[in-house]
């Protein structure tokens, strides 16, 4: 029997203990990166293996050793393990037993997939051309930046990524089908930046305008000067989103305000249209502020960059998922999405691709969309995730 045979047997043969690794991690969620207990079980399961624990600052690092025709270089498998600050609303017997906190994105689902793996890979490492990172990354949900980028630097700092030949993510959702799996050639996800604005005026009575600067009235203009260089100056073609979510000012009807205050987001999917939106924002509130004598401050927090996967690895990603689950069950999406992933940081440095896993079952009322309290998904999916990361270490160049 073949490396390949192999593989999806032995995982055939995992699958029960893969769904109760995602069961008992659903019980216990853990958020940002207060993940130790995740982590304590994530170690215990890998050190049964006798697979090798990296140093990290954060999370997990496994490596899988190959065998002795090794052709050198490492592949590498990652997953986030983070829960959502959220209480659970569904009815059932794996049911979050963290008050206020719940596996609601299917990382449960992907650190499980991710030991099922790590697994059978162990158990035919001799027969492994690679070796194999498994990376168990908390904190991609947040805080701020995540837990991609500071475990990045754990691998920049034992010299690994340069060897590192290709990295995969799986991301399970009830967007698609329970067996089939989407994948995204170029930008896959959203960069995420956030900004603050300040506008100081020159506060009067509402009957003498003239005799004030209305940092409303700027505010406002601001916005709609925005909409429209959203709309003129961008391509239609090219995804951006330049979103105003806070506006405050004024404190009485008959009183012009002397402060206004905006907080926004910005999501792109090309790092120069990012540059490009935040720079002609500052413009216009400049222009804006300067002609009618007010003053402005803008914070701009720097968010995720765009997840952009390599085409190459993308397309060895089709072709192992239709051998999985049938070339007719492989969906190629034609527009990226427009959240954000810190993966992303993996995928500056190193060749990567980030790839769906249908999970939606409509009989079985698994239906609701990630973040929701009511999110949940066919356990079937996880055998399809776990052949697919198996076969990623084996087949990715």
Same mark, same amino acid.
């Given at each position: 029997m073949d490396l390949i045979e192999d593989i999806r047997t032995q995982a055939g043969l995992v699958g029960k203990d893969v769904i109760g690794y995602r069961r008992h991690l659903h019980m216990h969620p853990e958020t940002g990166f207060d993940t130790q207990e995740t982590e304590r079980f994530v170690k215990q399961i890998l050190e049964g293996e006798r697979i090798e624990i990296l140093p990290s600052s954060v999370g997990v690092i496994g490596k899988i050793s190959a065998g002795t025709g090794k052709k050198g270089g490492y592949i590498a498998l990652r997953a986030d393990m983070d829960a959502l600050p959220l209480e659970e609303a569904n009815d059932v017997p794996y049911r979050s037993r963290a008050e206020g906190k719940m596996h609601a994105c299917g990382h449960d689902g992907h650190?499980?997939?991710?030991?099922?793996?790590?697994?059978?890979?162990?158990?035919n490492r001799e027969k492994l051309s690679r070796d194999v990172l498994l990376i168990f990354q908390p904190a991609e949900e947040g805080p701020k930046l995540g837990g991609a980028r500071i475990m990045l630097k754990d691998l920049e700092s034992m010299g690994l990524v340069p060897e590192i030949r290709a990295m995969a993510a799986l991301h399970l959702t009830t967007e698609h089908p329970a067996g089939t799996v989407a994948v995204r050639y170029g930008s896959s996800m959203a960069s995420t930046d956030e900004f603050d604005i300040g506008i100081t005026g020159l506060g009067g009575h509402g009957g003498s305008p003239h005799k004030a600067i209305d940092a409303l009235s700027l505010a406002a203009r601001f916005v709609t000067e925005m909409e429209s260089f959203m709309s003129r100056r961008i391509d239609p073609l090219d995804s951006a989103v330049f979103a105003i979510g806070v506006l405050k000012a004024g404190t009485a009807a008959n009183i012009i305000p002397e402060r206004a205050t905006l907080s926004g987001t910005l999501r792109c999917q090309r790092e120069e249209t990012r540059g490009f939106i935040l720079s002609g924002a500052e413009?216009?509130?400049?222009?804006?502020?300067?002609? &009618?004598?007010? #003053?402005?401050?803008?914070?701009?927090?720097?968010?995720l960059p765009v997840l952009v996967n390599d085409d190459e690895k993308v397309e060895q990603a089709e072709r192992i998922a239709a051998e999985i689950v049938g070339a007719?069950?492989?969906?190629?999406?034609?527009?990226? &999405?427009?959240? #954000?992933?810190?993966?992303?940081y993996f995928s500056e440095k190193i060749p990567a691709v980030f790839t769906w896993i249908g999970a939606r079952n409509e009989e079985k009322g698994f239906v609701h969309m990630m973040h929701n309290p009511r999110f949940d998904f066919d356990e079937d999916a996880l055998a399809v995730g776990t052949e697919m990361l198996c076969r990623i270490a084996v087949k990715m160049e």
């Open positions: 650190t499980a997939m991710l030991l099922g793996a790590a697994t059978v890979l162990q158990r413009k216009h509130l400049q222009a804006i502020c300067s002609w &009618s004598g007010a #003053a402005y401050t803008m914070d701009v927090r720097r968010g007719d069950k492989v969906i190629r999406l034609k527009y990226p &999405s427009m959240g #954000a992933e810190d993966f992303a």
